[in-house]
């Protein structure tokens, strides 16, 4: 659907959808778009919305939320919950592919995704999966041709785990490390429900174990069982707030020897408890 509103541009275009109820329980995608705006493009809302997901193409747009001021440019990614005031904007020209979503978690795993960012605006290192994950499905909404709610559900589903780590709580060496450490810490991702020992580590890239932890130490600040302990916490996080899952299975899911064990890690590294951070999560607007 064509989409004429003060501040967007000729082919900006919207689809608005309707999930059927037996896929609420996962997300569901609202409405998406694609805008071409200019200096004349203004959105400012009190709250009562569900989470907006904005993929800049081109230019610059302007943020206000949670009393800061952001930009965000050219294959950058604005989330925030809209449940909130916000106010978003266009000081010259800019484009921008959108989705809104919904879902048990959707709020969330929104506020848990910008707290470990930092804020709201995301610099994600697997943009261009991003990109290709959302531009096809939305124009093609937007033209009327039909995708299934569980395939959107999918792809809202795999846009927020591609997010996920923006904004790690540790260096990410990956742009600029050695090879040995993006590959031993690519290994830890791909064996995170496992335990791994530092020989392990060091034998997947052919170094010695002395060797190997004093080159991880000083490309990243962290020794690599302390990394690994990071992620899987990290991990541990999301599936706190967007599943139902016990404390003992997510101690199990992530390989900790027992339960015990996982909520005295989790606690060291976060100062609450893994249910308190639950519920401080369900207490968020």
Same mark, same amino acid.
């Given at each position: 659907m064509?989409?004429?509103?003060?501040?967007?541009?000729?082919? *900006?275009?919207?689809?608005?959808?309707?999930?059927? &109820?037996?896929?609420?329980?996962?997300?569901?995608?609202?409405?998406?778009?694609?805008?071409?705006c200019n200096q004349d493009y203004s959105v400012k809302k009190e709250g009562g919305r569900p989470p907006l997901l904005m993929y800049i193409t081109a230019g610059t747009l302007r943020l206000t939320y949670r009393g800061l001021s952001h930009s965000a440019g050219q294959n950058e990614i604005i989330l925030i919950s809209c449940a909130e005031r916000h106010h978003y904007y266009c000081t010259d020209q800019c484009s921008f592919l959108f989705f809104t979503f919904n879902g048990s978690n959707a709020v969330n795993i929104t506020n848990l995704l910008i707290e470990q960012n930092g804020g709201p605006v995301f610099h994600p290192s697997q943009v261009s999966e991003i990109y290709q994950a959302i531009s096809a499905p939305i124009l093609n909404l937007c033209?009327?041709?039909?995708?299934? &709610?569980?395939?959107? #559900?999918?792809?809202?589903?795999?846009?927020?785990?591609?997010?996920? &780590?923006?904004?790690?709580?540790?260096?990410?060496?990956?742009?600029t490390g050695s090879l040995a450490v993006t590959s031993s810490i690519q290994y830890m991702k791909n064996h995170i429900r496992e335990s791994i020992s530092l020989k392990e580590l060091a034998g997947h890239v052919n170094l010695t174990p002395c060797y190997f932890a004093h080159? @991880?130490?000083?490309?990243?600040?962290?020794?690599?069982?302390?990394? @690994?302990?990071?992620?899987?916490l990290n991990q541990a996080k999301l599936i706190l707030a967007t599943t139902d899952s016990t404390i003992t299975e997510i101690s199990e899911l992530?390989?900790? #020897? *027992?339960?015990?064990?996982?909520?005295?890690?989790?606690? #060291?590294?976060?100062?609450?408890?893994?249910?308190?951070?639950?519920?401080k999560l369900l207490l968020r607007p």
């Open positions: 064509i989409w004429k509103e003060k501040g967007l541009l000729k082919n *900006s275009t919207i689809c608005f959808l309707q999930p059927y &109820d037996n896929v609420s329980e996962y997300y569901t995608l609202l409405t998406c778009g694609s805008f071409f033209y009327q041709e039909q995708i299934s &709610d569980m395939e959107l #559900s999918i792809l809202v589903y795999t846009v927020l785990c591609k997010m996920k &780590d923006c904004g790690s709580h540790f260096p990410n060496p990956a742009s080159l @991880f130490k000083k490309e990243t600040e962290y020794t690599p069982i302390e990394y @690994f302990s990071c992620l899987k992530l390989g900790y #020897s *027992s339960t015990s064990s996982f909520i005295n890690a989790f606690k #060291s590294r976060n100062g609450i408890s893994p249910q308190k951070y639950r519920q």
